[in-house]
């Protein structure tokens, strides 16, 4: 069974700073790809940042949205990834999630497909005050 946990969302002020963390684990599941979606009231799940790896290189992927805030990272040997999400404003209030995906992003299209995806976690909350 693959699990997709996430934390470190929160209450927030516009104007500050969260880092969200995710792990994806499982026996027989090996991720070449994750990223982070957002889901706001009322809206659709969107797109936030991704990235992927394959012999040795590291891709990454944003939304035209947060580009320049957030940034998306991993730790390889903790089998995590983070979002770093900085100068929040109001409308980044949302449920985060996680996801964790078997096959190897090859461009931000399919980066942004929730389909790419194998493995989403619950979510963590992010709410911003203004």
């Known amino acids: 069974q693959v699990r997709v946990i996430e934390s470190g969302g929160g209450l927030v002020q516009a104007g500050d700073s969260l880092r969200l963390s995710c792990t994806a684990s499982?026996?027989?599941?090996?991720?070449?790809?994750m990223g982070w979606f957002r889901q706001a009231p009322g809206k659709e799940r969107e797109f936030v940042a991704a990235?992927?790896?394959?012999?040795?290189?590291?891709?990454?992927y944003y939304a035209d949205s947060v580009k320049g805030r957030f940034s998306i990272s991993r730790d390889n040997a903790k089998n995590s990834v983070y979002l770093q999400v900085n100068s929040l404003k109001p409308e980044d209030t949302a449920v985060y999630y996680c996801?964790?995906?078997?096959?190897?992003?090859?461009?931000?299209?399919?980066?942004?497909?929730?389909?790419?995806?194998?493995?989403w976690g619950q979510g963590t909350q992010v709410t911003v005050s203004s």
């Open positions: 996801a964790a995906g078997s096959s190897v992003l090859l461009n931000s299209r399919i980066a942004g497909n929730l389909r790419s995806y194998n493995y």
């Open positions: 990235l992927s790896w394959s012999g040795g290189s590291t891709f990454y």
């Open positions: 499982g026996r027989t599941f090996t991720a070449y790809a």
